[in-house]
């Protein structure tokens, strides 16, 4: 298992964006990449992890202002948590999303 520091995401040998420039072992602390999701499924996502917790970090693509203009159930946010608990994470963010997730980077606008 490798890590891209560049997109913090684990790849098998490496990644598809960065080839192996930024690759290297995964300590426990570092931030991978679980999940992107948008209004409810994100603050379920939260929800859930606030619950375990599980320390997450949460970036959203458009900045604060943006989402005041678009609204912030509009927004997209990329979930990270550490590498030591990522399996957990996962797990938690697999029961989270159920069915309803369409795992793809695809606009996925959900009635609320
Ligand atoms: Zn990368």
Redesign the pocket.
Known sequence: MQY?E??R?LCEST?E??KTK?LRTPQSNDPVFLAQLSGFSAAMLEGVLLDEKIPFLKEGRLGAGMSVWIGSMMEQYSFYVPFGIYDQAKDLFALVSGDQMQADDGIDIEDV
């Open positions: 891209c560049n997109c995401t990644c964006t960065h930024y």
